[in-house]
T-cell receptor, first 114, second 116 residues
Framework: DQQVKQNSPSLSVQEGRISILNCDYT??????FLWYKKYPAEGPTFLIS?????DKNEDGRFTVFLNKSAKHLSLHIVPSQPGDSAVYFC?????????????FGKGTKLSVKP | NAGVTQTPKFRVLKTGQSMTLLCAQD?????MYWYRQDPGMGLRLIHY???????AKGEVPDGYNVSRLKKQNFLLGLESAAPSQTSVYFC???????????????FGAGSRLTVL
């Protein structure tokens, strides 16, 4: 049973608009969440993270929101740029776990159209 | 600064053959990891190492062995390849296992393995 779910395999957005990527989790022991971005033929790269003691973390055009009661987090990209076109993975770590205990979602492929 | 380098990038094997994937990092990271990514799946941890000479099992370790004889290298071996091991393999490393931004994983570009 998937513990980290990204229910949208793909998302298409117009350049300059907002991209919202969603992630749901089932394990209430998860207390640290990360987003990784992956371009074709490259490895994933870290984008942004959030601890469960926060509900929002912002880094430039990227903001992650965490709703613990709903076990839901989202990544907002504003404004979206063609270079943001990539696969985005949501990942979670359980209480007491380390970076090596990441549980990844299946990913959402974002396409930003000029 | 090369970061994490994986060799080979591509390999085709026949069922039953053996091979080794090599991962090298030049960032003096303590922790190293091997993941596999399959179509429609997220990354799944195969094995990891928290330091030279140590290894531990991840989520999907069966059919694989690993070794960390040197701090900068982490080898993933397939003793008898099976079609189910057709996948893209990613190596990663981190300074430690902590949650701070300094410890996020740095990934290699991946090794695509096909087992016929």
């Amino acid at each position: 049973d998937q513990q980290v779910k990204q229910n949208s395999p793909s998302l298409s957005v117009q350049e300059g608009r907002i991209s919202i990527l969603n992630c749901d989790y089932t394990n209430s022991m998860f207390d640290y969440f990360l987003w990784y971005k992956k371009y074709p033929a490259e490895g994933p790269t870290f984008l942004i993270s959030i601890s469960s003691i926060k509900d929002k973390n912002e880094d430039g055009r990227f903001t992650v929101f965490l709703n613990k009661s709903a076990k839901h987090l989202s990544l907002h990209i504003v404004p979206s740029q063609p270079g943001d076109s990539a696969v985005y993975f949501c990942a979670a770590i359980g209480w007491g776990g380390s970076q090596g205990n990441l549980i990844f979602g299946k990913g959402t492929k974002l396409s930003v159209k000029p | 600064n090369a970061g994490v380098t994986q060799t080979p990038k591509f390999r085709v094997l026949k069922t039953g053959q053996s091979m080794t994937l090599l991962c090298a990092q030049d960032m003096n990271h303590e922790y190293m990891y091997w993941y596999r990514q399959d179509p429609g799946m997220g990354l799944r941890l195969i094995h990891y190492s928290v330091g030279e000479g140590t290894t531990a099992k991840g989520e999907v370790p069966d059919g694989y062995n690993v070794s960390r004889l040197k701090k900068q290298n982490f080898l993933l071996g397939l003793e008898s390849a099976a079609p189910s091991q057709t996948s893209v393999y990613f190596c990663a490393s981190s300074y430690s296992g902590g949650r701070s931004g300094a410890n996020v994983l740095t990934f290699g570009a991946g090794s695509r393995l096909t087992v016929l």
